[in-house]
């Protein structure tokens, strides 16, 4: 964590237009990983460092979770070996206690108590109370619904089949006597694998039929809040945790599956915040929001890749930094695109 001298004092690293919506001073970067020219002592201290590409604060919550889960909150390998309704309803109560305790922290402390009130808030508007377009017309009831009734479901899905899949050993399992170091491995690259896979579900999910039919839930959410990171169409949900299928075909241990699986439902909720960061009581803050996967919400044409590989939307000409520069670029890709009002 971090230390500035006001709570609310957002204007030493950012600015606030006319209608009250706060930007960073600082353009959005490509990961440091990929910056150019190569410089060999920058890439080490980029892939090592603290919060550098492997080791940061939220990885190794989140990463700490899923082994915790694995070793302490997952029924036996023999218990996993046959689908039974009670195994199955504890690991979705599991999964529901999980989201409900990490994303009503942020909720409660952005929207509820609103304890920072627009301090680093990209959108100077809280969330929409009276909105037809959402369900309620309420965006955080909207959101919940997607949440409980869609995303903890189909997570819990797929981690059922896979667990099964691994207890009956009809996909390869690495044990940690024998591969220590691949296991080790395979576990530093998840948030990369993750933001791979994103990206390629991601630019399908904006082809125009997959679009109306299922990711417009989602962009309905053009000012996201905590609830908004998993608020899709069960659609969207099928394609996105597909990311775990990467390990029915490639060894790997349930451990590493479990937290792919949990990257890919804890990761999106801090990011869809609002906030740039979190500002505790003390003055010490964190960084909380992805402000490039703001903007695309906010302009839909850009950012389509997580941090980690934000690099392929540089490459493919869809990488959105903050700049009105930018801004122009995007506003002339959506020009040729027909994509529904949300």
Known sequence: MEKVNLVHDDS???????????????????????????????????????????????????????????????????????????????????????????????????????????????????????????????????????????????????????????????????????????????FLLVPTWRSFHFYLTHRLLHWPPLYKIAHVVHHRNSNPGPWSGLAMHPIEHLLYFTCVMIHWVIPSHPAVAMWNLFHASLSPHAGHGGYDRIVLKNGKWMVTGSYAHYLHHKYFECNYAGDDLNILDKMFGTFHDGSDEETQNTMERLKQKNYIKT
């Open 12 to 186: 030493k690293v950012g600015t606030r237009n006319k209608r009250g919506d706060w930007s960073p001073n600082a353009k959005a970067p490509i990961t440091p990983l990929f910056w150019f020219p190569f410089k060999p002592l920058k890439f080490i201290k980029n892939l090592f460092a603290w919060n550098g590409f492997f080791l940061n604060f939220y990885h190794l919550l989140w990463g700490g979770m899923a082994v915790f889960c694995w070793f302490f909150l997952t029924p036996s390998v023999e218990t996993l070996k046959t689908f039974q309704l009670d195994w199955i309803a504890f690991l979705t109560i599991r999964n529901t206690i999980i989201i409900l305790v990490y994303v009503s922290f942020y909720h409660y402390h952005f929207y509820v108590k609103k304890t920072q009130g627009n301090s680093f808030k990209y959108n100077a508007r809280f969330l929409d109370q009276n909105n037809p377009k959402f369900w309620f017309k309420n965006q955080t009831k909207d959101n919940l619904l997607y949440v409980f009734l869609s995303a903890i479901p189909i997570w819990t899905a797929y981690e059922v089949i896979t667990l099964w899949l691994y207890a009956n050993q009809f996909i390869p399992w690495m044990t940690w006597d024998t591969y220590p170091i691949i296991i080790v491995i395979m």
